[in-house]
Antibody, heavy 123, light 110 residues
């Protein structure tokens, strides 16, 4: 079965850091760009970041540039999102999603989603 | 304020046809493909329509997408109670260099 599974969420103090992970299964990880999408409580979806299949291209929404870093290890079949300088505005469910192709720019539709991991930024 | 604009709510009765719209600009919808996602409350989003009007395997043909200029639409025919969910449009935005989502439309089946 094709699926992705997020982990790493939890309670973080303002200004703190957290690393999220996403483990895919059932497909060739390197053949797909991957992305993170978040949803604040009671709010809509917000695209956060993406990375191409070979890791050579990374993309960020303006609000996280300089604070979040997306990366992947194709040898370990794992996607990461390193989040630094967290604030209350980053509180959300973070979804890992597979992109339909290797290039995020060309194939940006997200065809496999995880169940999400919750990050709460609070003192 | 979302870059793509969707009506907050829509409703219909079982069997009806409902449409919902997504309004953008020439930096997103007009130049790039539009995707639609369905999110049942408490669940992860699901890809419903991609590249304006393509359905992933397993999505019923009751769902259809279209686009004209800077606007896109999602139509659901033969409305069913299981269709009650939030629906989001999304597109690449050339100015922002990433994907933008609409604010979502909450569909109620009366």
């Amino acid at each position: 079965e094709v699926q992705v599974l997020e982990s790493g969420g939890g309670l973080v103090q303002p200004g703190g850091s957290r690393r999220l992970s996403c483990a895919p299964s059932g497909f060739t990880f390197a053949n797909h760009a991957m992305t993170w999408v978040r949803q604040a409580p009671g709010k809509g979806l917000e695209w956060v970041s993406a990375i191409s299949g070979n890791g050579g291209g990374t993309y960020y929404v303006d609000s996280v540039k300089g604070r979040f870093t997306i990366s992947r290890d194709n040898s370990k079949n794992t996607l990461y999102l390193q989040m630094n300088s967290l604030s209350a505005e980053d509180t959300a469910v973070y979804y890992c999603a597979r992109v339909a192709g290797e290039s995020f720019y060309y194939y940006y539709h997200m065809d496999v989603w995880g169940q999400g991991t919750t990050v709460t930024v609070s003192s | 304020q979302s870059v793509l604009t969707q009506s907050p709510s829509a409703s219909g009765t079982p069997g009806q046809r409902v449409t919902m719209s997504c309004s953008g600009s020439n930096s997103n919808i007009e130049r790039n493909f539009v995707d639609w996602y369905q999110q049942v409350p408490g669940m992860a989003p699901k890809l419903l329509i991609y590249r304006d009007n393509q359905r992933p395997s397993g999505v019923p043909d009751r769902f259809s997408g279209s686009k004209s200029g800077t606007s896109a639409s999602l139509a659901i025919s033969g409305l069913r109670s299981v269709d009650e969910a939030d629906y989001y449009c999304a597109a690449w935005d050339d100015s922002l260099g990433g994907v933008v989502f609409g604010g979502g439309t909450k569909l109620t089946v009366l």
